[in-house]
C-alpha cells in the first residue's frame, strides 16, 4: 500500500563554493597591470570577466617582453583563476575550468585554483575529477594556511563529492574532519547528518541535524531531514512536531505535508492525514500547471490520500484518488494494484 512505500529523500545543503583569490606575492606589480586591476574580481561576473581579459591581455605582453618574468607569471596566474570564477559565477563551467587550468599552468602550486576547479568539476557532476582537486589543494594546505580557502570547507566539499559516489564512509570521515577544522560549520553538520541516514545510523544522523537547528533555528531542511530520521525510527511523535516547525517556517512546502501525512498515518490519525495530503495536492498543482512535464512525480500525494480514504472504508473516494495518481503517472504500478485490488478498473 501506498503508506508503506519510502519516504522522500533527503534535502541536500548548500551548492559548491567558489572563492576568487588574489596571489601574494613580494615582487612588485607592472604599473600597468596595476591600473588594470580594479574590476578583475568585481562582484558583477560580466564586468569581472571584460577587466580580467584586459589584464590578462597585458600581463600576457608583460610576460613576453621579458620585463618582472616572474610577476607576469604570478599576475596571469592569479588573472585566469579570478575569470574562471568570473565564468562559474554564470555556469560557464567549461571556460571556468579552462582558466583555472591556465592558472595552474602559471603556477603548480595554486592551492586555490585546484580549489576552484574542484567546486567546477563538482557542479558538472564530474566528482572523480572534483575529489582529486580538493585532495591537491588540500596537500598545498595541509594546514590551512591559505587567505582564500578555508581547509575546513575543502574537506566539507570533497565530502560531498564522496557522497555523490556513494562512497558514504568517506564523506562522513571528511565531514568528520571539517567539523574538527570549524565546530560551527553548519553545512559539515547537515551533510554528515545526511550520510548517517543513509547507512541508517539515524541516532547519529538526529544529533548532526539537531546541532545545525540549535547553530541555525530556521534550518528548514534540517527540520525536514530530523524528521525524516525520526520516521525512520518510528517516532512519529517527534517528526510530526519537525515537520509543524518546517512548515511554519516555509508553509508552501509540499513535502513538509506530504511527510508530516505519513506520519499521521502511521499513528492511525487518518482524517490529519488526509488534511495534509490534500494541502500538498493543492500546491502542487500550481507546480503541475507550470511544469506539466513534471507531473508524474506529484502522482504519490494522491497515491497516499487514496490509501488513507481506504484505510477509512471510503473506497469511492480511494478509487477516485488512485485514478487521479494514475492521470499524473500512467505507470504507476501501485495505483494500478491499488484498483485492482479495489475492484475497480484504472
Given at each position: 500500500?501506498?503508506?508503506?512505500?519510502?519516504?522522500?529523500?533527503?534535502?541536500?545543503?548548500?551548492?559548491?563554493?567558489?572563492?576568487?583569490?588574489?596571489?601574494?606575492?613580494?615582487i612588485s606589480t607592472?604599473?600597468?597591470?596595476?591600473?588594470?586591476?580594479?574590476?578583475?574580481?568585481?562582484?558583477?561576473?560580466?564586468?569581472?570577466?571584460?577587466?580580467?581579459?584586459?589584464?590578462?591581455?597585458?600581463?600576457?605582453?608583460?610576460?613576453?617582453?621579458?620585463?618582472?618574468?616572474?610577476?607576469?607569471?604570478?599576475?596571469?596566474?592569479?588573472?585566469?583563476?579570478?575569470?574562471?570564477?568570473?565564468?562559474?559565477?554564470?555556469?560557464?563551467?567549461?571556460?571556468?575550468?579552462?582558466?583555472?587550468?591556465?592558472?595552474?599552468?602559471?603556477?603548480?602550486?595554486?592551492?586555490?585554483?585546484?580549489?576552484?576547479?574542484?567546486?567546477?568539476?563538482?557542479?558538472?557532476?564530474?566528482?572523480?575529477?572534483?575529489?582529486?582537486?580538493?585532495?591537491?589543494?588540500?596537500?598545498?594546505?595541509?594546514?590551512?594556511?591559505?587567505?582564500?580557502?578555508?581547509?575546513?570547507?575543502?574537506?566539507?566539499?570533497?565530502?560531498?563529492?564522496?557522497?555523490?559516489?556513494?562512497?558514504?564512509?568517506?564523506?562522513?570521515?571528511?565531514?568528520?574532519?571539517?567539523?574538527?577544522?570549524?565546530?560551527?560549520?553548519?553545512?559539515?553538520?547537515?551533510?554528515?547528518?545526511?550520510?548517517?541516514?543513509?547507512?541508517?545510523?539515524?541516532?547519529?544522523?538526529?544529533?548532526?541535524?539537531?546541532?545545525?537547528?540549535?547553530?541555525?533555528?530556521?534550518?528548514?531542511?534540517?527540520?525536514?531531514?530530523?524528521?525524516?530520521?525520526?520516521?525512520?525510527?518510528?517516532?512519529?511523535?517527534?517528526?510530526?512536531?519537525?515537520?509543524?516547525?518546517?512548515?511554519?517556517?516555509?508553509?508552501?512546502?509540499?513535502?513538509?505535508?506530504?511527510?508530516?501525512?505519513?506520519?499521521?498515518?502511521?499513528?492511525?490519525?487518518?482524517?490529519?492525514?488526509?488534511?495534509?495530503?490534500?494541502?500538498?495536492?493543492?500546491?502542487?498543482?500550481?507546480?503541475?500547471?507550470?511544469?506539466?512535464?513534471?507531473?508524474?512525480?506529484?502522482?504519490?500525494?494522491?497515491?497516499?490520500?487514496?490509501?488513507?480514504?481506504?484505510?477509512?472504508?471510503?473506497?469511492?473516494?480511494?478509487?477516485?484518488?488512485?485514478?487521479?495518481?494514475?492521470?499524473?503517472?500512467?505507470?504507476?504500478?501501485?495505483?494500478?494494484?491499488?484498483?485492482?485490488?479495489?475492484g475497480a478498473v484504472?
Amino acid at each position: 500500500m501506498f503508506l508503506d512505500l519510502p519516504i522522500a529523500a533527503f534535502r541536500g545543503a548548500k551548492a559548491f563554493r567558489i572563492v576568487c583569490a588574489l596571489v601574494l606575492i613580494s615582487i612588485s606589480t607592472p604599473a600597468t597591470s596595476q591600473a588594470l586591476r580594479g574590476n578583475c574580481g568585481n562582484p558583477d561576473p560580466d564586468v569581472s570577466i571584460a577587466a580580467c581579459t584586459k589584464k590578462i591581455q597585458t600581463d600576457t605582453a608583460d610576460l613576453k617582453s621579458g620585463s618582472q618574468i616572474q610577476a607576469a607569471a604570478a599576475h596571469l596566474a592569479t588573472d585566469y583563476d579570478t575569470r574562471g570564477v568570473g565564468y562559474a559565477n554564470k555556469g560557464l563551467y567549461d571556460e571556468a575550468i579552462a582558466d583555472y587550468n591556465q592558472a595552474i599552468s602559471f603556477s603548480s602550486k595554486f592551492s586555490t585554483a585546484y580549489f576552484n576547479r574542484a567546486g567546477a568539476y563538482n557542479n558538472q557532476g564530474l566528482h572523480d575529477q572534483a575529489i582529486v582537486d580538493y585532495t591537491k589543494a588540500i596537500s598545498l594546505e595541509p594546514k590551512g594556511g591559505s587567505p582564500d580557502f578555508k581547509l575546513s570547507d575543502a574537506y566539507d566539499y570533497r565530502g560531498n563529492a564522496y557522497q555523490h559516489k556513494g562512497l558514504y564512509d568517506e564523506a562522513i570521515a571528511d565531514f568528520t574532519m571539517a567539523i574538527s577544522l570549524d565546530p560551527d560549520l553548519e553545512n559539515a553538520y547537515a551533510n554528515r547528518g545526511n550520510n548517517y541516514s543513509r547507512k541508517a545510523l539515524y541516532d547519529l544522523a538526529i544529533a548532526d541535524f539537531s546541532k545545525v537547528i540549535s547553530l541555525e533555528p530556521r534550518n528548514v531542511a534540517s527540520y525536514y531531514n530530523r524528521a525524516l530520521a525520526y520516521e525512520n525510527k518510528g517516532l512519529h511523535d517527534e517528526a510530526i512536531a519537525d515537520l509543524t516547525k518546517d512548515i511554519s517556517l516555509a508553509p508552501t512546502d509540499a513535502s513538509a505535508y506530504d511527510m508530516r501525512g505519513l506520519a499521521y498515518a502511521h499513528k492511525g490519525l487518518y482524517d490529519q492525514a488526509i488534511a495534509d495530503f490534500t494541502l500538498e495536492i493543492a500546491l502542487n498543482a500550481k507546480d503541475i500547471a507550470l511544469y506539466p512535464a513534471f507531473a508524474p512525480k506529484y502522482a504519490s500525494a494522491h497515491g497516499h490520500r487514496g490509501d488513507a480514504y481506504e484505510h477509512k472504508g471510503l473506497t469511492d473516494t480511494a478509487i477516485a484518488d488512485y485514478r487521479a495518481a494514475l492521470k499524473l503517472d500512467p505507470g504507476m504500478q501501485a495505483a494500478k494494484d491499488a484498483l485492482t485490488r479495489l475492484g475497480a478498473v484504472p
